[in-house]
């Protein structure tokens, strides 16, 4: 059976008609799967779910309000990307209306249940899709997030949701929540997955890197965690102590820290003026709506409760969140990310019935203040709770620090290390070091502290030498030597332009840098020293510095 045909087999089989809002024929999804692989690309064979406030075109973009809906000509910019690298829609999700909401229930076109435990919610507000990733009826989906909205549906489901620095990934062709903190976000199962869609969907954006991105922690880079855990029951809680144990076996020093003034800020997304940008997004079709448009009512009543808040409100909570926002970049001084429970707990439909404000309120504890600080985070799964729920934590980190909190996060679930999706967005430069900056040697650090990325071994043509300086402590030099070199095993670290410049000033002589020719061809920046070091400079064995 082919991936195609098992995938709209299962769909109609596990009896789940409220994940999906619109699903294309199977016919076509074949045919262009097909063509996928034959065509090749980064994303070729890849199945694609969009949630329905993100543009496809053809097919219908309701935001789950069935009075709202329109019919795209072309493709909002994440889709269009990751068609272009060869993923194929299979179609839209559901999700909570106008992707207010964080329990997956708010749509008229039913609840999203829990992928294993169908008596509790899915999360939200991209319930759909992150429910069709975890039964995979999808390879990946696209998701947004405001407040949580791919974070807290990838903790529950169990799946990998990576939400970006704000305005990296495109938002043209998006149905706005709050335009100011609306983020494109994906779900995969593993994070390989999520990262490789994340490297072409990061193209589509109008931000730009800093020329100093940091692309890894160091080894042993210090992790904070909230000092208090507010809304988790005694089960979360010893999930949580077990992340924060893996993470402390991955070689991070955990140091817990006063959170307070994260969670209060996160009050003003929905309890300040704040929430006049919901207004301002789809206020006036709510307000005009008739009966017929489905729409739900605890949504349709955020919204038009926003619509008379004075622009002093407004003014008062923006200042204040400047506020905040200064105050809280002061917490990751000396600390590589910030590691929080995903969600607080896992509530069922009843409990969000009886009270639909509150639960949604409770489950955006560690999420909802994220975009209003400018900070990106990689949630991931960290195993199940004693209750027998799914458990995750999220890695925050500032603003363009991506490929920090994926780090973090895979080392501490133990998944795959990847290249962050970032590296080449980023303009990262490579380096090739020999001898004391070698991983496990006395120098790494130089580059560990600069966020470089380990990019693996390599070796260079077989024109060099190796020769130990007479510097104190004595330091490797390579040098250039045609008529009696061979080739020198050595590494090879990415890190940005204006790193690249730190670690040059930094640099004491005799060593300098150059180009240094590799067995493959290739050149790349690397070590060198100068001439007039060489006289006293002792002949080192090629492999002396890695088996020291």
Known sequence: MTRVADIYRRIAADDRPEAFLSLRPEEEVAAEYTASLAAGGPLAGIVLAVKDNVDVAGLPTTAACPGYAYRPETDAAAVAALRAAGAVVIGKTNLDQFATGLVGTRSPYGAVRDSRRPEHVSGGSSSGSAVAVALDYADIAIGTDTAGSGRVPAGLQGIVGIKPTIGVVGTDGVVPACASYDCVTVFARDVTTANLAMSVMGATGTRRWAADTPFAAAPDAALAIPAELPALPTAWREAFDGAVARAEAAGLRVKPVDVSELLAAAKLLYDGALVAERYSAVGGFVTAAGDDA??????????????????????????????????????????????????????????????????????GTYTNFCNLLDLCGVAVPAGETADGAQFGITVLAPAGHDGVALDLAARITGAQPVAPWNLDLAGAVDLAVFGAHLRGQPLEHELTSLGAYWAGEIRTADEYRLVELATTPPKPGLVHDTDHGRGIRGELWRLAPAALGTFLTRLPAPMTLGSVVLDDGSTVVGFGCQASALSDARELDVDHWLDR
């Open 294 to 363: 489905g729409l739900d009512p605890t949504v349709a009543g955020i919204v038009r409760a926003a619509r008379d808040l004075p622009a002093h409100r407004l003014a008062s909570d923006q200042a204040e969140l400047r506020a905040v926002a200064a105050r809280a970049a002061a917490l990751f001084d000396g600390f590589a990310g910030l590691m929080v429970p995903t969600a607080p707990r896992h509530p069922t439909l009843a409990e969000v019935a009886a009270d639909p404000v509150g639960v949604n309120a409770e489950l």
